[in-house]
């Protein structure tokens, strides 16, 4: 139970904090801005990323200027768009026999037709011993979160590559989407070397299969919390040499940025990202990022980062495509792609529909004469004494 009368006073200091460090990152966002006009040889100031090695993740732009605006142009009339999206019941290790479930939302759109929507989802159940055992934890002896999150966004990609085959027409273009990353950061948490390689592998074999058929897939990241290209700015200021300004960037994420940089409906250049497991994928695939001006309700506009292996930024017009698709799909979703959120409905498990999940695997137990064991926590959790 919550105290609400002592938790009070601790929302005033909250507040009191918050418009402090407001104050504190309009003061770095000029000095960020007056930084990014400054740059001029982008192949210098690289040259001096190298040379200086920061510990910060820095973007490396893909252009020759670093202030590139892009208007992005109109959606073709007819367009094939396919998105997917992912949720989990995680192991519970109050629970056995262990299991857990996957669960990817699909939808297709064939955008100025009249043919259908098609909209799904498939579940998929894991509890075989042998495919448990293979990714167990060797520190916690269970299947991790990490494990669990890598596992389903590699069946959201597998998924997202099979129905953009079956939802392709010829001489349509087709755009493939995913929500959050294409970077599989979890995977450097799993602290067991050869399974992170084996999931990086299966991750990047999938993009290839999207190459060679010439799909163009992406993913979108509302409200982006990187600072990539910020940091590349902190290089330029100097904040890397033994006298560095008493001012530092650091703390100040891309999107506020951008947020004074481009217009709706803009974007800007391309940036390489500058994550570390960036190494371990086959050249083509290394992801590039775009940032895009979001038209939302009541005229706001968001930052959105937006994306791609560095393939689709190689074949011309692709970028534009996306972006255009993207644009348009927020426009109908109130600020967040459509697409996605409909792929979103499909995909997510609510509270009612886990518990009816376990109280499946009881009742197709009991009908086998078996039976699922609990601990005593979990018996509490669900049958309060008080």
């Known amino acids: 139970m919550l105290d609400f009368v002592r938790l009070q006073q601790q929302l005033r200091g909250f507040a009191a904090y918050q418009q402090q460090q407001r104050d504190l990152l309009q ?27 920061p510990s910060w993740l820095v973007a490396r732009p893909l252009g020759e200027r670093l202030q590139e605006q892009v208007r992005v142009p109109s959606r073709p009339a007819q367009v094939t768009v396919v998105a997917a999206d992912g949720s989990q019941i ?32 498939i579940p998929r159940f894991c509890f075989r011993q042998e495919e448990v055992h293979e990714l167990l934890d060797d520190r916690l002896e269970s299947v991790s979160v990490e494990i669990v999150s890598a596992l389903r966004d590699e069946f959201e990609l597998e998924a997202l590559l099979e129905l953009a085959r079956e939802a392709r027409r010829a001489g349509r273009p087709l755009v493939a989407l995913l929500d959050g990353t294409l970077i599989r950061w979890m995977i450097r948490r799993l602290h067991q070397r050869e399974l992170e390689e084996q999931f990086i592998r299966r991750y990047v074999a999938l993009l290839e299969e999207f190459r060679r058929e010439r799909i163009p897939v992406a993913s979108y990241i509302s409200m982006p919390g990187g600072a990539e290209v910020v940091n590349l700015l902190r290089v330029a200021r100097g904040e890397c040499t033994p006298d560095p300004p008493s001012l530092s960037l650091d703390g100040l994420a891309d999107r506020l940025l951008f947020r004074r940089l481009l217009r709706s409906g803009e974007r800007s250049g391309l940036f390489l990202s500058g994550s570390h497991i960036q190494r371990a994928y086959a050249e083509p695939h290394r992801i590039v990022c775009t940032y895009l001006a979001v038209p939302g309700p009541y005229g706001q506009t968001e930052i959105a980062r937006v994306e791609f292996p560095h393939w689709v930024a190689e074949e011309d017009g692709w970028v534009n495509l996306v972006c255009a698709v993207l644009l348009k799909e927020c426009e109908k979703g109130n600020g967040y792609p459509m697409v996605l959120a409909e792929a979103h409905e499909q995909a997510v498990i609510r509270a009612p529909e886990r518990e009816a999940f376990y109280e499946l695997i009881g009742r197709q137990l009991w009908r086998s004469g078996l039976s699922v064991g609990q601990s005593r926590k979990q018996t509490s959790k669900r049958r309060p004494v008080l």
């Open 90 to 121: 995680f192991p519970d290790r109050h629970v056995e026999p262990p299991c857990f479930l996957l669960n990817v939302g699909r939808v297709a759109f064939q955008l100025g037709t009249h043919e259908p929507v098609r909209l799904e989802s």
């Open 27 to 53: 003061e770095k966002l000029q000095a960020a801005l007056e930084a990014w006009r400054q740059v001029g040889d982008v192949e210098a100031l690289l040259e001096e990323v190298d040379r200086a090695r």
